[in-house]
């Protein structure tokens, strides 16, 4: 089955704590990327990848890293979390950038 | 940076009617608008997507409109179902770069 998954699901962590989110696809796809939703903010994007080893600033980079090592894969990374990043997290692939893109289950994060 | 504003941000229709939802971007260089719906507690999903070099694109009842001169695109949902509510989302897109706008609450009272 084509999709996106995302581990964990729901994290609840303390301020400072290095965190890693997974993201992986089975699709194929070139292109890969990371939001975070809030009410009344919609989606921002945080970074984005366009192949392996390419990735780039979206709306919302700091305090996130990313890394995109192999095609199907794009970890997002809070080296040292706070509380204003409690957030829900989706993670999203598309063959390209100007494609439709495939959103994963999300993953509710609370940092304490 | 681009900008993508939305509105409404809710809208309440009686099952039947017909919905609109309006979006403008700042970035003249945005080339490619997808429209999301989100249901309750779930991801997005696309619905609907327009190219900057077509004016209207239709599937069924849902419709997109884009005037690029204006820098304004519209989704259009006619006979409208309870099925249909849900968060709509537009979005402008240049180079893999996604702006959001900040969605519109769509109600369908039965």
């Known amino acids: 089955e084509a999709q996106v998954t995302q581990n964990p699901r729901y994290l609840i962590t303390v301020t400072g704590k290095k965190l890693t989110v997974t993201c992986s696809q089975n699709?194929?796809?070139?292109?890969m990327s990371w939001y975070r939703q809030d009410p009344g903010l919609g989606l921002r994007q945080i970074y984005y990848s366009m192949n392996v080893e390419v990735t780039d600033k979206g709306d919302v980079p700091e305090g996130y890293k990313v890394s995109r090592k192999e095609k199907r894969n794009f970890p997002l990374i809070l080296e040292s979390p706070s509380p204003n990043q409690t957030s829900l997290y989706f993670c999203?692939?598309?063959?390209?950038?100007?494609?439709?893109?495939?959103f994963g289950p999300g993953t509710r994060l609370t940092v304490l | 940076g681009e900008n993508v504003e939305q509105h409404p941000s809710t809208l309440s229709v009686q099952e039947g009617d017909s919905a609109v939802i309006k979006c403008t971007y700042s970035?003249?260089?945005?080339?490619?608008f997808p429209w999301y719906k989100q249901e309750l507690g779930k991801r997005p999903q696309l619905i609907i997507d327009?190219?900057?070099?077509?004016g209207e694109k239709k599937d069924q009842r849902i419709a997109v409109t884009l005037n690029k001169t204006a820098k304004h695109f519209s989704l259009h949902i006619t006979e409208t179902q309870p099925e249909d509510s849900a968060v709509y989302f537009c979005?402008?897109?240049?180079?893999?770069?996604?702006?959001f706008g900040q969605g519109t609450t769509l109600q369908v009272k039965p």
């Open positions: 999203a692939s598309s063959f390209f950038g100007e494609d439709t893109q495939y």
């Open positions: 970035d003249s260089a945005s080339n490619y």
């Open positions: 979005a402008a897109s240049n180079t893999g770069k996604l702006i």
């Open positions: 327009i190219r900057s070099n077509v």
């Open positions: 699709m194929n796809h070139e292109y």
